[in-house]
């Protein structure tokens, strides 16, 4: 794959952007700054390192995205792998690209260890702390690339890589209503994550695909025919084949019959307005009998990433069901690339703004776009699975915290050290005496940020302060520290031993040499006589239950003992 040029670059921008010299201008100081300072740098594949960072640069060209984004996608790996401070990219470029490549960088020390509430932690700090979602688009355009050349790495890398952009990656961009690159990421992903399927599909499935596209160039020629007939002119009318991951997955659902799956092969109709979605509808229903259950309209009710269109799956030709998806351009846009799409037709609908840099504060810029995820979020009737990690507006009482090694800790807003280091493990919360944030040392009733890498410093024998209980926010924080200083502050306990036992010679001797091997202080002892079995009560200097039921088996042994009774007591 060969590096973009810098004048494709710049003309995919401008094919999009009407107020562009100057845009393309500062595209092409970063384009030559990049360049010159990912010099000699090569990949695991052999290429040079630039040509990542243009192909990202492009995509999100692709996406219509700003200059600044296209900026900082030249950009995002100079501060990471180049001898590029913040502070030069700040001055040459401003403290906006700077804020997005930062954001890019914090974004790809996450790391994904396969468990499925880390999945769910990530994905959720993933959009908590991107108060600026074009960090995520950036982020998206990264990893597609990086995919694409995922083939040159080591297996157990190409595993976990492609293991993460599945489970974390594609599901996020799903969520943004990015579809085309939600779908893209996964079947890239599918080879390497479930090698033997793929090999099977691509085998079984040949033939199919085929046959089947042969068949929707003979339902296309029938359909446009109706359609001129009833003077609707479509801007196009393509199919699509599903893709690879999808098709395992629904195969998996219909026993592997593939005869069962409706939409391996789908016919796509773009047109101009909703009128004619409706139109093109009516007309398909003319020629052919609808599937019942099988018409859904996404127009009128929207899925929860924004995704409008119709879809109907007809009895068609030789009666084999076929589906048909109908939609506008603007809806197009917004399956292929969603909140990406969404950005542009923001930007487009007022220019001067865009003139001035739309692009202001971090909780200024997707203001609109967050909102419109919210209400996404209320409406979403789907899977429990992204419910829980998608909803945003509970992220205002969430916080999002990393380890030094990048494992995500969620927390509540207002947490602290102390109540990360409890989360991690009680003996670190007990035995903690500072924290790191961020590389910084700062007091343990700091009030930690999303994003912030926490560092617990710890002291062997150290024990919880009573003035922790006036900070920590964490009901399980609180619980740990009370216990803690509860023990430490509790009367030291004693063990008492009621033995009951056979009246002979030596057996209070006995029990005393039992004490002295194991090394047990002798508080006091006493002796009951009865008519059958004395009674003989001890009183060491044991304050540890497990001790004591150590002492209890051991004294058991003991030739003549019967019963022993034993408790704590103060």
Not at 114 to 122: N, P, T
Not at 270 to 275: A, F, G, K
Not at 444 to 469: A, C, F, H
Not at 546 to 561: I, M, N, Y
Request: charged letters at 25%.
């Amino acid at each position: 794959m060969s590096a973009v040029s810098l004048k494709t670059l710049c003309d995919t921008y401008t094919a999009h952007h009407a107020q562009s010299l100057a845009d393309c201008e500062h595209i092409r100081e970063a384009y030559m700054f990049a360049q010159q300072a990912h010099h000699g740098q090569k990949r695991a594949s052999g290429e040079e390192y630039f040509t990542h960072v243009a192909q990202t640069a492009l995509q999100l060209a692709q996406w219509r995205l700003d200059a600044t984004s296209i900026i900082a996608g030249l950009l995002h790996d100079t501060i990471e792998d180049c001898a590029i401070t913040p502070q030069i990219i700040k001055e040459k470029f401003g403290e906006e690209i700077l804020f997005l490549i930062e954001g890019v960088t914090k974004l790809g020390k996450l790391q994904y260890k396969g468990k499925e509430r880390g999945a769910e932690s990530l994905r959720k700090m993933m959009l908590a702390v991107t108060h600026d979602l074009r960090v995520i688009f950036i982020k998206l355009s990264d990893r597609l690339h990086n995919m694409k050349t995922l083939s040159h790495l080591p297996v157990a890398k190409q595993r976990r890589i492609a293991l993460e952009t599945s489970e974390i990656y594609a599901p996020i961009a799903s969520r943004l209503g990015m579809q085309n690159v939600s779908g893209e990421l996964e079947d890239l992903a599918f080879p390497y994550t479930h090698p033997d399927q793929y090999l099977w599909i691509k085998k079984n499935l040949k033939e199919s695909y085929e046959k089947r596209n042969q068949y929707v160039l003979q339902v296309r020629a029938i359909v446009e025919q109706k359609l001129k007939e009833t003077n609707i002119h479509p801007i196009t009318i393509d199919s699509r084949a599903k893709r690879v991951s999808s098709l395992y997955k629904k195969l998996v659902a219909n026993d592997m019959d593939i005869e069962r799956i409706y939409d391996l092969v789908a016919l796509r109709i773009i047109v101009h307005t909703v009128e004619e979605c409706y139109l093109v509808l009516g007309a398909i229903h003319s020629l052919w009998k609808p599937l019942p259950g099988k018409i859904k309209d996404y127009i009128a009710l929207p899925k929860i990433n924004g995704y409008q269109s119709l879809h109907t799956t007809v009895f068609c030709v030789d009666n084999k069901p076929t589906e048909f998806q109908i939609r506008t351009q603007e809806m197009h846009e917004q399956s292929e690339h969603g909140a990406a799409a969404h950005w542009f037709y923001e930007i487009t609908k007022n220019t001067k703004s865009y003139a001035k840099n739309i692009s202001q504060k971090a909780g200024e810029k997707d203001s609109s776009i967050v909102k419109q995820l919210q209400e996404w979020q209320n409406q979403f009737p789907g899977s429990q699975e992204f419910t829980d990690a998608l909803k945003l507006d509970l992220f205002s009482d969430r916080i999002f915290t990393l380890t030094p090694r990048g494992e995500v800790i969620d927390l509540p807003i207002d947490a602290t050290p102390v109540d990360f280091a409890y989360r991690i493990h009680t003996e670190i919360g007990d035995s903690c005496i500072g924290a790191k944030v961020n590389g910084k040392i700062v007091h343990l009733d700091y009030r930690l940020q999303s994003g912030d890498i926490v560092e617990i410093l710890t002291q062997k024998n150290k024990k919880p302060s009573e003035s922790w209980i006036h900070f920590v926010k964490t009901k399980y924080a609180t619980r740990k520290v009370k216990n803690a200083i509860r023990k430490k502050t509790a009367l030291p306990q004693k063990t008492e031993y009621k033995i009951i036992c056979e009246a002979r010679i030596g057996m209070v001797k006995d029990i005393l040499s039992v004490l002295s091997r194991n090394r047990i202080p002798l508080i006091s002892i006493n002796t009951f006589e009865n008519e059958r079995f004395p009674m003989i009560k001890i009183l060491v200097d044991i304050s540890e239950r497990k001790k004591a039921e150590q002492l209890f088996l051991k004294l058991r042994k003991v030739d003549g003992v019967r019963e022993i009774n034993l408790r704590m007591v103060e």
